[in-house]
């Protein structure tokens, strides 16, 4: 199960921290991602972590602007994003899966969050 907290409003240039906190088994071959999605857009990745390797990979798109930090003992993951931009409005997903490597499409994963809603004024 993966529950997600945070997300909110913010003005562009400004900050928010989405957090994801997972129950149950972790083990080195797990993967943690986020992704967002838009009415107008399809569910694209944002940023995953694999919490064997510690490997972190950020879409083009938030790279330098966005920071994953993860807190194994509490098998929980923060991304924090600075720098937003309107674009950046969605509704940003949690996700997970049993796996060494970081996926990008949703496809790949079987555990999902409910959602947080993130919004960027300009």
């Known amino acids: 199960q993966l529950v997600e907290s945070g997300g909110g409003f913010a003005q562009a240039g400004g900050s928010l921290r989405v957090s994801c906190a997972a129950s149950?088994?972790?083990?080195?071959?797990?993967?943690m991602a986020w992704f967002r999605q838009t009415p107008e857009k399809e569910r694209e990745f944002v940023a995953g972590?694999?919490?064997?390797?510690?490997?972190?990979d950020y879409a083009d798109s938030v790279l330098g602007r966005f920071t994953i930090y993860t807190d194994n003992a509490k098998k929980k993951a923060d991304l924090t994003m600075n720098s937003l931009k309107p674009e950046d409005t969605a509704l940003y997903y949690c996700?997970?899966?049993?796996?060494?490597?970081?996926?990008?499409?949703?496809?790949?994963?079987?555990?999902w969050g409910r959602g947080t809603q993130v919004t960027v004024s300009s």
């Open positions: 996700a997970a899966e049993y796996s060494i490597v970081i996926n990008t499409s949703p496809a790949q994963y079987n555990y």
């Open positions: 149950g088994p972790t083990f080195s071959a797990f993967t």
């Open positions: 972590v694999n919490w064997g390797t510690g490997k972190i």
